[in-house]
């Protein structure tokens, strides 16, 4: 029933009946009663209806934060894995430089306890020959010849004088 239906609506009038204008009155505040209820029925469908929007919105929000926290957790797992795999490839280049190392080390530590044995053994030749060469001088310096070099000289001194002292005598 429309507004207008319900106010322009005609009684008959009856003795003894209802005041018309008593009625009408009575109805047109009912009629704005119900034309507030009905407003008031519009202003709360339309608040129900962005009330869903607006939930509708968040929970487009809430699946795309959703979608966003997977797409970002796939993509730190793929980094830790990444992190991962070049952590072993460092290990093991780090593995392979150290048994290089060592090798080469190992090698050089032949090399100088080989030069160093064959240091002794020249050490221990030339120690042999220096001392058979200062025993040969110690032998020379001990032998006889000296004494008779040492008493030669004195001889030949002594004669010297003699010869310049006869020489001496007979110029004068």
């Known amino acids: 029933m429309e507004a207008s239906e319900r106010t322009g609506k005609k009684f008959s009038t009856v003795y003894r009946g209802l005041d018309e204008k008593e009625v009408r009155d009575h109805l047109r505040k009912i009629q704005a009663e119900i034309d507030e209820r009905d407003k ?97 001088q110690l032998d020379l310096l001990e032998s006889d010849d000296w004494d008779y070099l040492l008493d030669y000289d004195l001889d030949n001194e002594d004669r010297a004088r003699d010869i310049v002292g006869d020489e001496g005598n007979n110029d004068g």
């Open 40 to 136: 008031r029925i519009a202003q709360l469908e339309e608040m129900l209806d962005e009330r869903e929007e607006n939930i509708s919105s968040f929970r487009s929000v809430e699946t795309s934060i959703n979608e966003a926290i997977l797409t970002a957790q796939r993509a730190g797992d793929d980094m830790k894995e990444a992190a991962r795999e070049r952590a072993n490839e460092i290990i093991a280049a780090a593995e392979s430089e150290r048994a290089r190392i060592m090798d080469e080390a190992m090698s050089r530590a032949r090399h100088i306890g080989s030069q160093t044995e064959d240091m002794k053994r020249q050490s221990k030749v030339f120690r042999a020959r220096f001392k058979m060469l200062v025993q040969a």
